[in-house]
């Protein structure tokens, strides 16, 4: 299924231009008239895409809504058309949160370009917040010795080592490890390493 592009822009000529070529790129469209009328629909990010906002001048208006929208939960990417812009204009769009920022009229080739970026982007986001919750609910799902074996696996410590510092065998150690790496679904000690190192379990020192 094709991108979906939500088209937010009240001036009725110029949202449906841009929903016409955007179209004319394979993309879906949703349009909206308002920025109220999109945080009222908030789209949720389960399809893949982004939000194009069209609007007379950058003002207090912007990053409101990247306030709200964000509020409202909605993690698309955000590219904003505009009729009047400057150098400084255009850095405090792309801090308010703007992916991208344009001052009509725009190349159809540079919108598009834009646009497939931010569409890469969300799609990677969404792969790595699927990967996350998974990884996440297999680690909840360790008994508390188990967690306790995981923690000390990933810092590198030996299982003499955590035999030593849980008060039991090595051999039990050994036998919850396997079952660590069975509930983990990994095949070796890298690969859990790498699990906690992406959680950021270990930057932050929560292992």
Not at 32 to 59: N, R, W
Not at 117 to 144: F, K, N, P
Request: with cysteine; aromatic share 4%.
């Amino acid at each position: 299924m094709s991108a979906l592009i939500h088209v937010v822009d009240d001036d009725t000529a110029s949202q449906a231009g841009i929903d016409h070529m955007l179209q004319a790129w394979g993309y879906r469209t949703k349009a909206y008239s308002s920025a109220d009328e999109i945080l009222k629909l908030t789209p949720d990010g389960e399809s893949v895409g982004c939000i194009v906002v069209g609007m007379q001048t950058y003002d207090t208006a912007a990053p409101d809504l990247f306030d709200r929208l964000s509020k409202a939960g909605s993690n698309l990417p955000v590219i904003i058309l505009t009729g009047e812009c400057d150098v400084r204009t255009g850095v405090r769009a792309i801090k308010a949160g703007a992916e991208d920022f344009f001052t009509r009229p725009v190349e159809p080739e540079d919108l598009i370009g834009a646009i497939d970026r931010a569409i890469a982007r969300h799609r990677l986001s969404r792969e790595r917040e699927g990967w996350t919750h998974a990884v996440m609910a297999r680690l909840r799902q360790l008994t508390r010795r188990e967690r306790q074996v995981f923690d000390l696996i990933v810092r590198a410590k030996m299982n003499k080592q955590v035999a030593f510092e849980l008060g039991t065998t090595e051999r039990t150690v050994k036998a919850h490890r396997h079952q660590v790496m069975e509930k983990m679904q990994v095949h070796s000690v890298v690969e859990l390493v790498s699990c906690a190192e992406r959680l950021g379990l270990l930057r932050s020192g929560t292992v």
